[in-house]
């Protein structure tokens, strides 16, 4: 009997970009995520380093609500106790938490705006990319809105507001806008990968009620690109 091999564990690039703190209370942290850092660690011993393991050597209590994919950037909130993890967790089901990213695709996006309504699921062969399927697939809907067009350049830097969260959404609609993402190492052409240093996604701006005060807090992070 032939035994296969087992594919090589994918071993994250070590970051040594700082997480930047935005605001702080006693019961919520929020940060600026950068590109390259894992929100939580990986299954490998060796993916370690992430969101999680750097804040809580500073902050005991600190807990992940929400993740950003590893080469995305941008603005994250940290629960600081268990209280408002429960607290913010439930915003998240309830889909309160209302956020946008900035990205550069490729190409020139005709429209001002518009929305992509196609619905994800894993593609097990080629796990973790994720795709499109209509007849199996969980809802994705994104909305976008085009900010600048460089037409020297030849790309498109738009407003994205995902109504849902699924895995990868922003990539793959973007690609099926026909438009991916420069520096996508996932679902781009090797030409619209190599257009960019790491991935043009940035989690720019996040809107929740605060945990304690009822607040409705509005937080805004700009894209460094």
Not at 42 to 60: F, I, M
Not at 98 to 116: C, N, P, Q, R, S
Not at 198 to 213: D, G, K, N
Not at 214 to 224: P, Q, S
């Amino acid at each position: 009997m032939m035994i296969q091999d087992q594919p090589k564990p994918y071993i994250v690039p070590p970051c040594n970009k700082e997480i930047k703190i935005l605001y702080q209370d006693d019961d919520v942290l929020l940060i600026n995520k950068p590109d390259g850092l894992l929100s939580v660690p990986g299954r490998h011993p060796l993916n370690r380093d992430s969101v999680a393991t750097r804040l809580v050597e500073d902050y005991p209590g600190a807990s992940i609500a929400h993740r950003l994919d590893l080469d995305t950037s941008g603005i994250m909130i940290i629960p600081l106790n268990k209280p408002a993890l429960a607290h913010i967790n439930r915003q998240f089901q309830d889909r309160k938490v209302h956020k946008t990213y900035t990205a550069i695709l490729h190409g020139l996006v005709e429209k001002d705006e518009g929305k992509v309504d196609l619905p994800l699921i894993f593609d097990w062969p080629k796990r973790p990319l994720q795709k499109v399927c209509q007849s199996s697939g969980k809802g994705a809907l994104t909305l976008y809105q085009v900010l600048h067009r460089d037409i020297q350049a030849n790309t498109t830097r738009v407003l994205f507001t995902p109504i849902t969260g699924r895995s990868h959404q922003l990539r793959i609609h973007s690609r099926e806008m026909g438009h991916p993402i420069l520096g996508c190492d996932m679902y781009a052409t090797r030409e619209v990968y190599e257009m960019a240093e790491r991935l043009l996604l940035h989690a720019t701006e996040i809107s929740f009620t605060h945990p304690v005060t009822g607040e409705v807090i509005n937080a805004v992070c700009n894209a460094d690109f």
